[in-house]
């Protein structure tokens, strides 16, 4: 079992930076891919990046975020972040992170995640 919590979320202005950390219980963490999602209003869930667990720590970033959007993992506090730089209105969403042991195809899917967190929200507007 595995329980999330984001936090992090704000208003920013375009261009701006935030960072949205994920903090996470059980002895199990590491074990975990932890993926960011996002959803804006009137849009469907959208894979933003991941982190592999169980030592693999690769990252994967969806098209619209990479070279923006950063992921850090701190198996030792049990916390993954998502640096956000450069940010856009079209960032705006609640931003959810997620756990789970997905395949690689199911990686960038809701369905391969388990674990889910309540979300926090995230407004770029001048």
């Known amino acids: 079992q595995v329980q999330l919590v984001e936090s992090g979320g704000g208003l920013v202005q375009p261009g701006g930076s935030l960072r949205l950390s994920c903090a996470a219980s059980?002895?199990?963490?590491?074990?975990?891919?932890i993926g960011w999602f996002r959803q804006a209003p009137g849009k469907e869930r959208e894979f933003v990046g991941a982190?592999?667990?169980?030592?693999?720590?690769?990252?994967h970033y969806a098209d619209s975020v990479k070279g923006r959007f950063t992921i850090f993992r701190d198996n030792a506090k049990n916390t993954v972040t998502l640096q956000m730089n450069r940010l856009s209105p079209e960032d705006t969403a609640l931003y959810y992170c997620?756990?789970?042991?997905?395949?690689?195809?199911?990686?960038?899917?809701?369905?391969?995640?388990?674990?889910w967190g309540q979300g926090t929200q995230v407004t770029v507007s001048s």
């Open positions: 997620a756990a789970g042991q997905p395949i690689l195809s199911r990686l960038r899917t809701e369905e391969g995640y388990t674990y």
């Open positions: 059980g002895r199990t963490f590491s074990r975990y891919t």
């Open positions: 982190v592999r667990g169980s030592g693999g720590n690769t990252y």
